[in-house]
């Protein structure tokens, strides 16, 4: 196969069809199952059913990627931005080469998490990590992105003025709550927990102020998570709706 | 009665007046009993007060159905889509006779569910579906469903958006909370009940994280929950603000 | 004081004067006072305090309200619609009339609910429904209750929606949950009261799934819950940023 | 250094480059500063790991800051309104120069909170008010707070219909439940914390009703919550949209 051709297969910017070029479909269904396999595996009863199955699996996963993952390094030689070695070098440091690198090396820093579960399972986190790659072939986001991307500064704010109240939120329960909870309130960052929860209407209820003043405080907090909820639904709302407009408007000229 | 008269009372596209004929109100009026009662029945304090009413009720809700299914049936003749034995064929496939069949069936399928209590509460399940057949009487859907639909592409994105929130803080809990919780967080499928929990912010508390590590981790989702609601809500606001306004427009006009 | 003067200062509609006029001012003053103190009256260890106080202001209370209600009712003849005795029966049947009349019931009532904490507890939540007198004397309501009222038909379809939905979870829940917690999904109308604290993601957490199908249908759920709170926020927003817009365009014509 | 220069470098109306003089950015910094080393201080097991650093820390921000005021009461004397001791007086009584003496004071006012821990959380809590210094520093907000100012009468009125309904779900679950769970629900203001939770869909669960009627109560409650979360998202949403769209006009023509 002419590199050309293979360059038109592999770089979704190259593809002169609609869509992904079959490659790259092919490399997406390969994600999204290895992503769904390495979800599986951290299921004990899952992974006692087969166990080894699931190495096997992995190993055939990551023999594809470094195979199109060569593949890509070598195809990139058509466009002029990375040619030769110094271009190359230039494509491996690249935003996505790096991704696609990133979900190549947790199978060879296996021998690491020997015998220690917590790095193990940092290592499966790192596997699902792939999904990453899947950015790559997507430009359905820009509408979204933009409508986001235009608001910034108000939701930024938005997110100053919720942590403001979190904060205020917390320390006041820390200075009526600490003597009776000290576990819970005894002090500002772990009153932090309870504020967070109750802010952002999860509630979880592991943790409740039980003296009368500060149920009163909670109370409070409880009613300025509606705003906090209803300030940056309101800003995207009100972008949504420009950007949709807009869209309108461009297409009915 | 002809069954020109019969058609039109009840094929709701074919009655002239406005809003259902008669015999479609008596219908939808049945239909709406049958489903109470049948709500109703799985009570078993309710069942104990009239141990054979209920069985009785069931029998007569399911003959008046079945009468009402071949009067359909003789009826749609004066479409021309359906005549003829082939068009009635082509009639009893359409999806809403099927959905008017799947009403009767659980009736006859009782005996399956002799002494199989799971099997019993699905067939009250089935039951409880008729509800559906009010479906082929409504046409108020259709300004939401349009709004709905006009924005189907920005609310699946935001539902991939959700989706990848939801394993990305799964993976993230199940590496710091797996070693203390093992039951909850043993592994991402299992930490997902507890992310669905805190992402839509319904927050029952049955898990939550009890590491530092995993609670820094919790409260990033819990107030990344709050984005997962405004966006939806956003895109749906700006949705039925234009659908309203396009409405308005044509109304002036 | 002549009558007509006298009607002036008690019939809103009458007052010439911007707001409310000096008398009304002072009877939105007492209700809102009564209220207070009938809510306050609830709390044992408030009515401990000062036993004999609250019947007493209750009386002084109920006396104004009689005195009020007599002085309208003889105002009131000014009104051409209420002359003459049949004119005052008419008024005493109408709306404001009538709740002004409730606002004074409980104190005659109260020997029926001696030595019956239920019925005093009823007597008391009547008390606190003397703060719908006010509803008299405001016209702020009408920008709200206009938006609110152009988009009826789409609000109550979004109550239909989540009505449906709360009734195919519970029924979903029941069947798949009722063999292992049978008194909390042993029934439909049981399992509605999980359905409801999740559809609205309140999520109290006295009651949670256990098996692994429940904890998936509990998911889909709780996501749909966030389409739940969407809808009529969406439709809301939508009504409201029209009838501002309205507003604002025909103060500028 | 010269006054003129001094005046310029302090106060944010007086300096003529754009954001802020190098002098309040490292005030800024100084307060964010502060303040965290505030937060962290509550926490005892940070307290522990250097018992004799807080205290010195806070000795020299306190330092700084005198420093700061008085240096910021020098220069003010540039501004006419503020200039002879007449003019000192009124400056040190604006508001922001109160903001600015509030966050110097709790450092003297230690000793009071001698052997009290409430009074000593208390002052801790002061002192993270530092934040609000910040606000001097602001011009961000004007966007935000005009959307929210333009509607306010809107807003209030939701908070109005909210309090009412908070009132009513705790006195009608009061009568219901006052009898099973007289701890919580024995009266009306015992009952708000718990319509509280609901309206709000915090929901923490630590606070049930528990008789079939309390639950059809609580049911109703909970999905009356979803209007009092929508109204305010839905009226904010229609204020940003309008005030987005009024600077976009501004700014087309």
Redesign the interface.
């Known amino acids: 196969m002419r590199r050309a051709t293979l360059h038109q297969l592999l770089a979704p910017e190259a593809w002169h069809g609609p869509g992904l070029s079959p490659v790259n479909q092919a490399v997406s269904i390969l994600i999204l199952l290895a992503s769904f396999i390495a ?2 595996e ?3 009863t ?1 992974r006692s059913l087969a166990p080894g199955l699931f190495p096997l699996l992995e190993a055939f996963f990551v023999t594809v990627f470094i195979f199109e993952y060569l593949l890509r390094l070598y195809a990139v030689g058509e466009d002029t931005r990375y040619r030769g070695i110094a271009g190359r070098l230039r494509y491996i440091f690249s935003f996505w080469s790096l991704i696609d690198l990133i979900a190549i090396l947790p199978f060879f820093l296996g021998f690491l998490a020997y015998n220690n ?2 790095l193990l ?2 290592l ?2 790192l596997r ?1 990590l792939r ?1 990453a790659r899947l950015g790559r072939f997507s430009q ?2 820009s ?2 992105a933009d409508a986001l991307h235009s ?1 910034t ?2 939701l930024l ?2 997110v100053g003025v ?1 942590g ?1 109240l979190l ?2 939120s917390s ?2 329960l ?2 009526v709550e ?2 009776s909870q000290p576990d819970a309130f ?5 009153a ?2 309870w504020s ?3 802010l ?7 943790v ?1 102020p039980i003296t009368a003043l500060g ?1 009163v405080f909670a ?1 409070i907090t ?2 300025a ?21 807009n869209k ?1 408007n461009t297409q009915g000229d």
């Open positions: 979800i599986l951290t299921e004990p899952v579960a917590f399972r940092l499966r986190l699902m999904l359905a986001w509408a979204l608001r500064h108000e704010l938005s919720a403001l904060l205020f320390a006041c820390y200075v600490a003597a005894g002090s500002v960052p772990r932090l927990w967070i929860a109750t952002t209407t999860v509630g979880y209820g592991d409740t149920k109370g409880a009613v998570g509606i705003g906090i909820i209803a300030m940056p639904t309101g800003i995207l709302a009100a972008a949504f709706s420009d950007a949709f407009q309108d």
